[in-house]
């Protein structure tokens, strides 16, 4: 079955600065991947997503590439705000299911 | 519009005993999807229903484990004999039918569950 393995488990940065996670998947049949941030306590919320036919998606401070080749994909965040204090779950479907990485706890210093 | 709810939201019970979870999902989405998130972890995928019928239960981790979904709509997750390693956060999530194989999920607010 798929594997997700996500990187860095936690990250700190200053506000304004950028962040970037880094995720790989195994299963090449995977053609949709999203991103979800979850608050503490709350749901998953999707973020921003992309599939296989796109190389890179772009949404105001969130983006998102995507390397079939190399089974990799990343999720960049600029101009961090406090508010994008979460952890953020990359996610691979090679079907309908999503499998999930383990996740990246990001906080952003004010 | 409503989003997908759940119910109960916090439910504690002994060991051995059984417990039923539900999700309704938004109205109109015809894939529905239970999530186990233990804490400080990812989530887990358990089982996929489309319609009534569930083609995908391969993540169940045992037969103590069983879903239904009903009039296409709520589903039930049933945990019989729990076990303190189901303890977990149990997460519904629904989403439209479409060509492509991935679509977005939309989740619940989810199901805390501490077995003691």
């Known amino acids: 079955g798929e594997n997700v393995e996500q990187h860095p488990s936690t990250l700190s940065v200053q506000e304004g600065d950028s962040a970037v996670i880094k995720c790989t998947y195994s299963?090449?049949?995977?053609?949709?991947f999203p991103w979800y941030k979850q608050e503490l306590g709350k749901r998953p919320q999707l973020i921003i997503d992309?599939?296989?036919?796109?190389g890179e998606k772009k949404d105001q401070r969130i983006a998102v590439t995507l390397n079939k080749t190399a089974k990799h994909f990343s999720l960049h965040i600029t101009e961090t705000q406090p508010e994008d204090s979460a952890v953020y779950f990359c996610?691979?479907?090679?079907?309908?299911?999503?499998?999930f990485g383990s996740g990246t706890r990001l906080q952003v210093q004010p | 519009g409503a989003g997908v709810s759940q119910s109960p939201s916090n439910k504690v019970t002994e060991k051995g005993k059984d417990v039923e979870l539900r999700c309704d999902p938004i109205?109109?989405?015809?894939?529905l999807y239970w999530y186990r998130q233990s804490l400080g972890q990812g989530l887990e995928f358990l089982i996929y229903?489309?319609?009534?019928?569930?083609?995908?239960k391969s993540g169940l981790p045992s037969d103590r484990f069983s879903a239904e979904r009903t009039g296409g709509s709520v589903s039930t997750l049933t945990i019989q004999r729990t076990q303190q390693e189901d303890s977990a956060v149990y997460l519904c999530?629904?989403?439209?039918?479409?060509?492509?194989?991935?679509?977005?999920?939309?989740f619940g607010p989810g199901t805390r569950l501490t077995v003691l």
């Open positions: 229903f489309q319609g009534n019928s569930a083609p995908d």
């Open positions: 999530a629904s989403s439209r039918l479409t060509s492509l194989r991935g679509n977005e999920q939309f």
């Open positions: 109205s109109g989405h015809t894939a």
């Open positions: 996610a691979a479907s090679p079907r309908r299911a999503l499998t």
């Open positions: 299963d090449s049949a995977s053609n949709y």
């Open positions: 992309i599939r296989s036919n796109v």
